[in-house]
């Protein structure tokens, strides 16, 4: 999950956003962590692991809501909650050996935030790219 998250990190602190190098990553691992914890605990109990990835998707959603921040009537920040987000489901992926689910969240993470960004609308100012 660690490795799997650094790539997005590092694209992310290259471009000096909110969220970085250490966060990522940590997210990541935390979900990992979290899962795998739900997984030995609650081996016998598909909805106690579902009440815990239920809590652990809330909690990133507040981790990621924090990046948002508002000016004027501009927002920013919405594309790294979502990559923040997305990367507590690759730690998810990873605790529950889904690796093929984790790469491609991490790939698509990671060319979302670096190419997909020439589609927005030609205007928009740097500072306000999430």
């Not at 962590?33 to 809590?55: P, T």
Request: aromatic content about 8%; hydrophobic content about 50%.
């Amino acid at each position: 999950a660690f490795v799997l998250a650094l790539p997005v990190a590092w694209d992310r602190e290259r471009r000096e956003r909110s969220a970085g190098l250490r966060t990522f990553p940590l997210v990541a691992v935390a979900s990992c962590g979290y899962m795998l914890i739900a997984r030995s605990e609650f081996s016998e109990s598909a909805d106690a692991q579902a009440r815990m990835v239920s809590g652990l998707i809330t909690g990133i959603g507040f981790i990621g809501g924090g990046a948002i921040l508002k000016k004027g009537d501009r927002t920013h920040g919405t594309a790294s909650a979502a990559s923040i987000w997305s990367t507590g489901a690759l730690g998810c992926a990873v605790a529950y050996d889904r690796y093929e689910i984790a790469l491609l969240l991490a790939v698509i993470n990671l060319a979302a935030l670096r190419w997909l960004k020439i589609l927005k609308r030609e205007g928009d100012d740097a500072e306000y790219e999430g």
